[in-house]
């Protein structure tokens, strides 16, 4: 099946992303937010989008006047979802929150609407039984900055219909992705399985104060020729996003060291709303990260 319209819901640090890379690639695009002011603040953030595809795409003014028309905003699920064929949820990365959004959304969405949900810890078959549609529901996981990052996991659940995976993985194709279609559930998919043991073990250290962020990134950046250091990574990723998984961690595990990371995030970052690139402040001051100064490795 080919996909038109798609409804992106969420329009947070990778929602706003999904939604004007589908826009920029010739979808209609509509996105769900759960109120018009977080809506008009999507609204702000594509302008900073069409800034960077003309600087890193060349795009042209021409395809970021076509992307703003193909995009549209509703605050209403039922309204944001009645012509979707295809429905990206990219709420809060908290079981609780994206159940009741299923719970709501599987109530108003037409019965052809695939659901994706872009969690990057969580697994389909968590969810699944409250999408009402298991067999066209599914994983679609984006990487940050994904005009350049491109890349869309695509990950089942035991029930998913083999057409709709094939169809997604087409889609992501379709929007500039290099599609990787995982055989099985896994949590963290293929990057974050990666990429998690990495930023939890640069966060261990600081923690336990073995070194601080710039020196521990300084060393990753160094011996390996990577362009950012976990916690480079981390201000792109959002530190919330961080602080939600460890305190899911630490609630579940009562492991002193993941309850001792969650108190120094809220203490040193949450509370002074230090929350990384998006606030202009977290490891390091944006927009101009001391880790780009030509001599952060000497």
């Given at each position: 099946?080919?996909?038109n319209?798609?409804?992106?819901?969420?329009s947070?640090?990778?929602?706003?992303?999904?939604?004007?890379?589908?826009?920029?690639?010739?979808f209609?695009?509509?996105?769900y937010?759960?109120?018009?002011?977080?809506?008009e603040?999507?609204?702000?953030?594509?302008?900073?989008m069409s800034?960077a595809?003309?600087?890193?795409?060349?795009?042209?003014q021409?395809?970021?006047?076509?992307?703003k028309?193909?995009?549209?905003?509703?605050s209403?699920?039922?309204?944001a979802?009645?012509?979707?064929?295809?429905?990206?949820?990219?709420?809060p990365?908290?079981p609780k929150?994206?159940?009741?959004?299923?719970?709501k959304?599987?109530?108003?969405?037409?019965?052809?609407t695939?659901?994706a949900?872009?969690?990057?810890?969580?697994?389909?078959?968590?969810?699944?039984?409250?999408?009402?549609r298991?067999?066209?529901?599914?994983?679609?996981?984006?990487?940050?900055?994904?005009w350049l990052?491109n890349?869309?996991?695509?990950?089942?659940?035991?029930g998913?219909?083999?057409?709709?995976f094939?169809?997604v993985v087409?889609?992501a194709?379709?929007?500039?992705m290099?599609?990787?279609?995982?055989?099985?559930?896994?949590?963290g998919?293929i990057l974050?399985?990666?990429?998690?043991?990495l930023l939890?073990?640069?966060?261990?250290?600081?923690?336990?104060?073995?070194?601080d962020a710039p020196?521990?990134?300084?060393?990753?950046m160094?011996?390996?020729?990577a362009?950012?250091?976990?916690?480079?990574?981390?201000d792109?990723?959002?530190?919330?996003?961080?602080?939600n998984?460890?305190?899911m961690t630490a609630e579940?595990?009562?492991?002193?060291?993941k309850?001792?990371?969650?108190?120094?995030?809220?203490?040193?970052?949450i509370?002074?709303?230090k929350?990384?690139v998006s606030?202009?402040?977290g490891?390091y001051?944006?927009?101009?990260?001391?880790?780009?100064?030509p001599?952060?490795?000497?």
């Amino acid at each position: 099946m080919k996909y038109n319209n798609i409804t992106i819901a969420g329009s947070g640090v990778l929602g706003y992303q999904i939604a004007f890379q589908a826009a920029f690639h010739g979808f209609n695009v509509t996105v769900y937010d759960i109120n018009d002011a977080v809506l008009e603040k999507a609204k702000a953030k594509f302008e900073t989008m069409s800034a960077a595809f003309k600087a890193d795409l060349n795009a042209t003014q021409e395809q970021l006047d076509k992307t703003k028309k193909n995009l549209s905003y509703n605050s209403n699920l039922a309204e944001a979802v009645k012509d979707a064929d295809l429905l990206i949820e990219a709420v809060p990365e908290n079981p609780k929150i994206k159940i009741e959004f299923y719970e709501k959304l599987a109530k108003v969405a037409p019965e052809k609407t695939v659901f994706a949900t872009n969690s990057s810890t969580l697994l389909p078959s968590q969810f699944a039984e409250y999408t009402g549609r298991p067999a066209k529901f599914l994983a679609l996981h984006f990487a940050n900055t994904i005009w350049l990052h491109n890349t869309a996991e695509i990950m089942g659940h035991a029930g998913t219909d083999p057409n709709v995976f094939n169809d997604v993985v087409s889609f992501a194709k379709e929007i500039g992705m290099l599609a990787l279609p995982l055989h099985k559930e896994q949590p963290g998919y293929i990057l974050n399985s990666l990429l998690v043991p990495l930023l939890s073990a640069a966060t261990d250290l600081l923690v336990n104060e073995v070194a601080d962020a710039p020196t521990i990134d300084k060393t990753w950046m160094k011996a390996t020729g990577a362009p950012l250091g976990p916690f480079g990574i981390l201000d792109v990723v959002g530190v919330t996003t961080a602080y939600n998984i460890n305190k899911m961690t630490a609630e579940r595990t009562k492991d002193p060291l993941k309850i001792k990371t969650v108190a120094y995030f809220k203490e040193n970052y949450i509370d002074k709303n230090k929350l990384g690139v998006s606030t202009g402040e977290g490891f390091y001051k944006y927009p101009n990260p001391a880790y780009n100064a030509p001599d952060f490795l000497k």
